[in-house]
């Protein structure tokens, strides 16, 4: 018996190992259960980018739904996403709003000069606290906010046109049914 032991636990521990990789495929990485999904978002009022004497936050976003959408010049993922933005902005029905995090202000227009500017503004978070309050540890991330100020998505990595298609327009457009 006590010989075969380590052999019943190293098949127990290939069957784990065996479903940990499978589930690991089958899910997406990109989609983080995010524990502020379903509650109100972090309340907030940061410098706007081009005039950072002007904030812009929750108060100015209260009764409508937008996207936040978290980038940095120095984030390589950022470029491969910045199409995408781009071509949706105006299709999606919501305010954009770009959160520029961690970045210096004139690496962020310089970048925006080059890659196109998608937002409807943008606001600034050079320390990053309010980026902690969101739970972002990456760029990019991108939270959908209903008009009630409630979290209803949250995207770790790069937007891609599969995901508007699949996820975001129909998410925005149920978000627009239930809203008063």
Not at 10 to 32: K, T, Y
Not at 134 to 158: C, H, M, N, S, W
Request: with cysteine; net charge positive.
């Amino acid at each position: 018996m006590t010989r075969v032991l380590p052999l019943v636990g190293f098949v127990l521990l290939v069957l784990l190992l065996a479903f940990g990789l499978s589930w690991n495929r089958s899910h997406d990485q990109r989609e983080v259960a995010s524990p502020l999904i379903g509650k109100t978002a972090p309340t907030f009022s940061l410098p706007v980018l081009n005039t950072p004497d002007q904030r812009f936050g929750t108060a100015e976003l209260a009764g409508q739904p937008y996207l936040l959408n978290v980038f940095g010049s120095w984030c390589p993922s950022c470029v491969d996403e910045h199409p995408v933005l781009n071509r949706y902005a105006k299709q999606l029905g919501v305010k954009l709003v770009g959160f520029n995090w961690k970045d210096a202000p004139g690496d962020a227009n310089a970048w925006l000069a080059k890659f196109g500017n998608p937002y409807e503004v943008i606001v600034v978070d050079q320390e990053g606290r309010t980026a902690i309050d969101f739970g972002v540890y990456g760029a990019p991330e991108t939270f959908l906010v209903d008009a009630q100020g409630v979290i209803r998505l949250k995207r770790v990595g790069a937007i891609t046109p599969d995901y508007v298609e699949r996820t975001l327009k129909p998410a925005i457009a149920a978000l627009k049914r239930t809203t008063p």
